[in-house]
């Protein structure tokens, strides 16, 4: 098949992770006669820097136009003066809304050899397999936001048909799965929370073979650390979903580890590792590259229709783990192109033994 993929490597770790993701699909195209075509545009603070704005519009159109978008991350100290006019974040967040991407994917697996990582004890990490689905172009990100010298605001809104059509997909996706939809709001303080929970609701009669539950996200937070077995998939809204997600990865051994795919109706998909850009460890090449190289196994899977393709690199970054192959933030000491390299002989050796079979 033939793809056409932008690539937006951003800031901080961003370039360091894209790079590793990209050798993974080139191996990919490579090994399935597959033609992908990559091109590479700004965003973010490296796009400020370059043109004074974090979302340049060559980057938009070339993203509107791209069968699926690889995103790295931006953001970082150099560009976080809070007097700043302009801030890289802001290009991320009209790249969403601009790509209309509406329901974020997290999903998030324990491997068991990270187990011991985990805050919890490892018998209560067996069976957990979560899917996040977070809305993602609604809410307090998007809402105006007003300023005085000592008041600020940023208003929360969603409409119906907002909340109505990342519910709609997080059904549909449990359908899938193990068909049970919790869904995370705080009714009892937020009118956009109560709409949120009757439009739930609603969506759920057209699933009767779903089963939906509502938790508060206060006490959410709470049992993701002790019962997170007991979930399936999870739908909430933007801010909510995006701090669960980071405590999430606490489940699973590092930040580092967790991809995510970004969905609308008929647009490109947007494929980003849920980390940021680490300004702590970039440019040392010591990124841990395995949520970037799961996103790309999400394009795989949701934009180009490649699903046994997504699979087995799944399949190759499992056994990189089994092997003990892992960047320093899981304990190890290999670098991101050691962890690279390891998956992509472990997609040789897959290959390998198809071939034989
Ligand atoms: N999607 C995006 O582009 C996002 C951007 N950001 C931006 O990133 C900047 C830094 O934010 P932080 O709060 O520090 O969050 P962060 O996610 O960049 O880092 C948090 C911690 O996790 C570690 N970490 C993250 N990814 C890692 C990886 N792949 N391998 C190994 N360790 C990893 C970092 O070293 C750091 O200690 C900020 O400017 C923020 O706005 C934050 C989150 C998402
Ligand atoms: C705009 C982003 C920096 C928000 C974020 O942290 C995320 O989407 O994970
Ligand atoms: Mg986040």
Redesign the pocket.
């Known amino acids: 098949m033939k793809a056409r993929i932008a690539i937006l490597p951003?800031d901080?770790?961003g370039p360091e992770?894209t790079a590793a993701a990209v050798s993974v699909l080139r191996d990919v195209a490579a090994r399935g006669g597959h033609e992908f075509s990559f091109s590479e545009h700004l965003i973010g603070g490296c796009a400020i820097d370059a043109q004074g704005d974090p979302l340049p519009a060559e980057t938009l159109i070339v993203a509107k136009q791209a069968d699926a978008v690889l995103l790295g991350?931006?953001?970082?100290p150099r560009w976080?003066d809070p007097k700043a006019k302009v801030r890289?974040?802001q290009g991320?967040l009209r790249l969403r809304a601009e790509l209309g991407v509406y329901a974020n994917l997290r999903p998030v697996r324990v491997h068991p050899r990270l187990a011991e990582l985990s805050p919890l004890k490892s018998d209560r990490l067996g069976g957990v397999d979560l899917l996040f689905v977070r809305e993602l172009t609604g809410g307090a990100y998007f809402g105006a936001k007003t300023r005085t010298a000592d008041t600020a605001t940023d208003e929360t809104r969603y409409t119906t048909p907002e909340v109505e059509r990342v519910c709609r997909r997080a059904f549909q996706l449990a359908r899938s799965r193990g068909r049970r939809v919790t869904s995370v709001d705080k009714a009892n303080v937020l009118e956009t929370s109560r709409l949120w929970r009757e439009t739930a609701q609603r969506v759920a009669h057209e699933f009767p073979d779903v089963a939906l539950e509502h938790q508060l996200v206060d006490s959410m937070a709470m049992l993701l650390l002790t019962r997170p077995a007991a979930y399936d998939v999870i739908v909430t809204e933007n801010l909510f979903g995006d701090i669960l997600t980071d405590e999430a990865a606490a489940l699973v051994g590092?930040?580092?580890l967790l991809p995510s795919a970004s969905l609308g109706d008929g647009t490109s998909g947007l494929y980003?590792?849920i980390?940021?850009?680490?300004?702590?460890?970039a440019g040392r090449g010591v990124?841990?590259p395995i949520?970037a190289i799961l996103s790309v196994a999400m394009m795989l899977r949701y934009s180009l229709d490649l699903p046994e393709e997504a699979g087995r690199v799944e399949a190759a970054v499992d056994r990189v783990i089994d092997a003990g192959v892992l960047?320093r933030?899981l304990g190890g000491e290999a670098g991101t192109r050691e962890v690279t390299a390891a998956v992509l002989a472990q997609l040789a050796a897959l290959a390998a033994t198809r071939e034989a079979a």
């Open positions: 951003g901080g770790i992770v991350a931006v953001g970082g976080s890289p974040e991320l590092s930040l580092g980003e590792p980390h940021g850009s680490a300004p702590d460890i990124a841990n949520g960047t933030d």
